[in-house]
């Protein structure tokens, strides 16, 4: 009988809503297992997709990642696995730029099962009216009320790449996938300096605090009871929006800026070591398809990656708005870079900056450092 292994990672938003997938998959089935194992968010982040691609069958994957899956033959294309209209369904029905995020060199490399980008979080019995809808107003707020940002190296540099794109007058994509203010030869110095004053900016109305947290870490102070009222810019965790999953609920909107907010999310892909590609295309088709992703998947704590799901109006209820209010932010979303280089890149530029910004290093410090890291990446 044909057993297949996946991975995932360690949130209620990754372990359980895949599981109960699964489940609804193999329930009337007697020809097929699947277990699933999880690994901790910065894991998910950091991990090189060809370790993870040589143990398991099934991977979920952040979109950076597919430049080194592709150049080392480490996942499969599901373009030969999938029937068309799967995949045309799925291109018709992308949050934001989900989809295009895992297409590469012609091929795709994973299906967009979760959609994500930095939003904004508030406890509305904390925040005193509505939350603000410009970043002017935001930074603001910030100084009135106890507010965050999650600010350890990765989530820095994921602000850090946020506010790019917010001063760029130029955000449309390239032939990389990048938007424009990020060409070949590095982010335009224009852009690094202007962003990195709004940054400055934010980091001190900010709870130093900030610092040494990811957004899992904000969200479970936040909903346990730590008087946060506002944060700006942190990736949506709708799990955090439904009633009794925490003391306290997390109310979310669209992250306060002109265009977008970086693509986050989480794509389903297969091993090219996977001995049994067919069935594991087989659940991978059904965990993204309509039908479990406004069910199942959602109702069991996944953050879908399906439009439909975005728009129902049932989830909507019990998300207390989480996708009806933040959608505008997913879908001007900008992607990453996906060179094979961009992981190590990512997690060298965020330490570098942390390190940089927290000690007063000046603009030209900083553009250093950054230019240096993307021509060795």
């Not at 965050?148 to 390239?174: E, K, M, R």
């Not at 087989?282 to 879908?304: N, Y």
Request: proline share 7%; hydrophobic share 45%.
């Amino acid at each position: 009988m044909p057993h297949l292994r996946g991975m995932t990672w360690n949130h209620t938003r990754g372990v359980d809503s895949i599981e109960a997938a699964t489940a609804a998959f193999v329930k009337d089935r007697d020809d097929l297992t699947v277990e699933w194992d999880a690994r901790s968010l910065q894991e998910f982040e950091d991990t090189p997709i060809t370790e993870l691609a040589a143990r398991y069958d099934l991977v979920a994957i952040d979109h950076p990642h597919v430049g080194l899956a592709a150049a080392a033959g480490a996942l499969l294309d599901l373009h030969t696995l999938l029937p068309a209209e799967v995949i045309d369904e799925q291109r018709t029905y992308s949050v934001g730029p989900s989809l295009r995020s895992y297409e590469l060199a012609g091929a795709l490399w994973a299906l967009p099962m979760d959609a994500a980008a930095q939003v904004g979080a508030y406890r509305s019995d904390l925040l005193p009216g509505e939350p603000p809808r410009d970043l002017d107003a935001a930074i603001s707020l910030m100084g009135e009320v106890s507010a965050q940002v999650p600010a350890n190296p990765t989530h820095l540099w994921a602000t850090f790449l946020s506010l790019c794109q917010h001063v760029a007058d130029d955000v449309a994509p390239g032939a990389s996938g990048r938007p424009a203010w990020w060409p070949d030869g590095g982010i335009d110095p224009g852009v690094v300096t202007d962003a990195l004053a709004l940054l400055r900016a934010l980091l001190a109305v900010a709870d130093p605090v900030s610092l040494t947290r990811d957004p899992i870490q904000t969200f479970e102070a936040m909903a346990d009871g730590e008087p946060i009222a506002y944060v700006p810019f942190i990736f949506g965790y709708s799990n955090y929006a439904r009633a009794g999953y925490r003391p306290h609920l997390i109310r979310f909107t669209d992250s306060p800026v002109r265009h977008g907010t970086m693509l986050g999310g989480v794509g389903l892909a297969i091993s090219a070591r996977c001995a049994h590609p067919a069935a594991a295309a087989e659940l991978a088709g059904w965990v993204v398809s309509r039908q479990c992703q406004t069910g199942v998947f959602t109702t069991s704590g996944g953050q879908p990656g399906h439009r439909a799901a975005w728009t129902d109006d049932q989830l909507n209820r019990l998300t207390h708005g989480f996708f009806a209010d933040t959608l505008t932010t997913l879908d001007r979303a900008f992607v990453r870079g996906r060179t094979p280089g961009y992981p190590l890149f990512q997690q060298r530029a965020g330490e570098a900056l942390h390190r940089l910004v927290t000690s007063g290093a000046g603009d030209k410090e900083v553009l250093s450092a950054i230019g240096e890291l993307w021509s060795a990446s």
